[in-house]
């Protein structure tokens, strides 16, 4: 190993800091050992604990741009013959990178979380759940084999299950925790099939060991098949992070993960679980370019979900659930770039776009405490001179998303349509049109929000608002205003519960441990992109971690067009995306302050399509139709044919049948007189004497 070696016990700090955090919330600050210590306690040692790792990670980070790095063992599990089970950390430029946005983007949350949560009475639970999260996450970013790496997924499954799930007496919320654990599960089945092959062939879960032995894998067919079996290992990891990444057909869980808190749907949708399976695709790049069909299959379920994702967002009234569809589009992107062989583009838009869109998140937050918890956007307007620092946080956390030269999104964004222009395998077509019409439906939605929700007259205070969709918040989240409503106990009283400011109330600022975040976040929306697209894409930051083959021109392409960030983004002003954005913009301007009859019209001439959009082309119905059905249908058929006649009927029963029957036989016989017993005696000796006869010598 070059350089000079990392010190695994500061590395080993890393994730066991906030690991430690969450015991002491989770176990000493909860009903589980009797509420030993209080809300202050319990979030000072998590808030500690991600600090510490956060600090560690920078530190790590300027160590490895200076050249030093680990790769290792820190605990050996198991060993079975020649197979090693063990916690390894492999720390380069992309795990230190992931390590400093994981660890930045859940301080903030955590920091965030002592406003938005400060009623609810699971603030000690909650605050243990996102410092496990952040525990999880780090481990699947350190890992340096499969195993660690396949913990790390499966543990940020569960913490998200529970997060999504926190107000578990609402049953909308237990419905959409199951919904995200079962989707990510069938991804998850792909995953460790991937896992499994390429143990199966490589005889080893170490990921440079499995490298090392690429160009064998590559030689070698699935057993039965003529399909190469890197493809079908690519594919099936690929599948995993179709999942976790919420990648089209596998989506569906994402936008219902709204049902819980809004500084975890921050967390989720920014910088940790949902970016895990593009980290994972860029991690496994070695394998990843050797097949084209995989990078083919990548390429178009990413544009799939970057355009037809981005629809679905134009039609959102919840103000969470318009920034929950930019995060599934932006994905697309990510997983477009991943396609492309862009993996170090992809990982920058993955950096960039957590710090924005944590931003969005928070900032939704904000405005929905601003507003004692109505969410729904039209029943908003005019709040930016009631909410001065959540309006302009707000408004560059967009400038960001929809890729305003400058700003840290234009950077990733547009070196994404760059990479998919200079792409050639199959699907590259389809893709360059989706980035491109997803910047014009990105800008639309983005600011159809905005301007709904800052700008425009004020509807909020009225008698008969908008319903909306989420009526959720325990005390929590009306608790920095000190509202009064409490609608988290009955689903009945649900239904009637007023939301909302009442007539003569008027929105204020979030106290300082919200809006604090918010400008935190803020800063590196601005200026990330500036600064580090030069070393991230075109200098020697991923050399050595990130692998590009020579057939795929797409990075190449992209540095001899590279010359310096200003020049990027003054070049930026004239190209098709920057206008796409703009007239987005422009439209979403005249279509909600200028002229609101537009939308109306098209409501009424392309209801059908509306009806579709706002169904979510169907998916959930499909699902529930064809794979719920269908699993209730086999589950009733194994219990009616398998447990009931099969095992309970021919088995047990019938074995119970066939003692009966046997016992009946045996009680004729058995009568207990001597004569019968000496008549069959005599019966026995006579057959005896028949049957042997033949064989009796002749004298």
């Not at 406003?115 to 525990?135: H, Q, V």
């Amino acid at each position: 190993m070059a350089g000079q070696l990392l010190n695994p016990n500061l590395l080993l700090a890393v994730p066991l800091a906030p690991l430690a955090g969450a015991a002491i919330a989770g176990l000493l600050g909860t009903q589980f050992l009797g509420n030993l210590v209080g809300r202050k306690t319990s979030h000072t040692a998590t808030i500690l604990g991600v600090l510490i790792a956060f600090i560690l990670s920078v530190q790590t980070l300027l160590a490895v741009m200076d050249g030093a790095t680990f790769n290792g063992t820190i605990y050996n599990w198991m060993t079975i013959g020649t197979l090693k089970m063990e916690v390894g950390f492999q720390i380069d430029s992309l795990s230190a990178m992931m390590m400093c946005v994981v660890t930045f983007v859940s301080l903030m949350v955590h920091i965030y979380t002592i406003g938005y949560m400060k009623d609810d009475e699971g603030y000690n639970r909650f605050f243990a759940y996102i410092s496990l999260f952040t525990f999880s996450m780090l481990m699947l970013v350190m890992a340096n084999n499969f195993l660690q790496l396949f913990f790390g997924w499966e543990a940020v499954g569960l913490v998200s299950y529970l997060l999504i799930g926190f107000w578990y007496q609402r049953p909308t919320a237990i419905v959409a925790n199951m919904k995200a654990f079962l989707v990510n599960r069938v991804g998850d089945f792909g995953f460790i099939l991937g896992i499994g092959l390429l143990l199966a062939y490589a005889g080893t879960m170490n990921y440079q060991e499995v490298f090392a032995k690429k160009d064998e894998l590559a030689l070698l067919s699935l057993p039965g098949t003529d399909w190469a079996l890197l493809t079908v290992a690519c594919i099936c990891l690929f599948i995993g992070a179709m999942g976790k990444s919420a990648q089209f057909p596998l989506h569906v869980w994402l936008p219902d993960s709204m049902e819980g808190p809004t500084p975890i749907s921050a967390l989720i949708h920014a910088a940790t679980m949902v970016t895990a399976g593009i980290f994972m695709v860029s991690r496994m790049s070695p394998l990843f370019e050797l097949s084209d069909t995989a990078l083919s299959f990548i390429l178009v379920i990413g544009s799939i979900t970057a355009l037809f994702m981005g629809f679905l967002g134009i039609i959102q009234n919840d103000i969470k659930r318009v920034v929950a569809y930019s995060t599934l589009s932006q994905l697309g992107y990510m997983t477009v770039a991943l396609g492309s062989s862009a993996y170090s583009v992809a990982v920058f838009h993955l950096m960039t776009h957590a710090f924005f869109k944590a931003l969005l998140f928070l900032g939704a937050g904000s405005v929905i405490i601003g507003m004692h918890h109505d969410q729904d956007i039209r029943n908003m307007g005019g709040l930016r001179k009631y909410m001065p620092i959540t309006w302009i946080t707000s408004l560059v956390g967009s400038l960001a998303l929809i890729g305003t030269p400058l700003f840290s999104g234009f950077y990733s964004k547009d070196s994404i349509i760059e990479a998919v222009e200079a792409t050639h395998i199959w699907g590259a077509g389809f893709a360059q049109f989706a980035v491109l019409a997803g910047v014009f439906v990105t800008a639309f939605y983005s600011f159809r929000m905005y301007f709904l929700v800052f700008h425009g007259k004020e509807r909020f205070g009225q008698a008969h608002a908008h319903g909306h969709d989420d009526h959720h918040a325990p005390k929590a989240a009306h608790g920095a205003h000190g509202d009064a409503h409490d609608d988290h106990h009955e689903e009945e009283e649900d239904d009637h519960a007023h939301h909302g400011l009442e007539p003569g109330q008027k929105p204020h600022e979030s106290p300082f441990v919200v809006w604090f975040p918010l400008v935190m976040l803020a800063i590196p929306s601005l200026i990330i992109g500036y600064l580090t697209i030069g070393p991230m894409l075109h200098g020697d930051f991923f050399k050595g971690v990130i692998f590009v083959g020579e057939n795929h021109p797409a990075m190449e392409e992209l540095s001899h067009e590279f010359h310096g960030a200003m020049a990027m983004a003054i070049h930026g002003l004239s190209t098709a995306p920057f206008w796409l954005a703009l007239s987005g913009v422009v439209a979403a301007y005249y279509c909600y302050m200028v002229n609101p009859r537009v939308p109306a019209w098209f409501f009424a001439k392309f209801h059908a399509i509306h009806t579709l959009l706002d169904n979510k082309y169907y998916m959930d119905k499909f699902n529930e139709v064809v794979f719920a059905s269908g699993a209730r249908l086999l589950g009733n058929g194994l219990w009616n044919f398998g447990d009931k006649k099969l095992i309970d009927g021919l088995l047990v029963n019938g074995s119970a049948k066939v003692v009966a029957w046997l016992s009946s036989l045996s009680r004729v016989l058995q009568t207990g007189y001597i004569y019968h017993y000496a008549f069959v005696m005599i019966l026995g000796v006579l057959g005896f004497l028949i049957y042997f006869l033949p064989f009796w010598p002749a004298k």
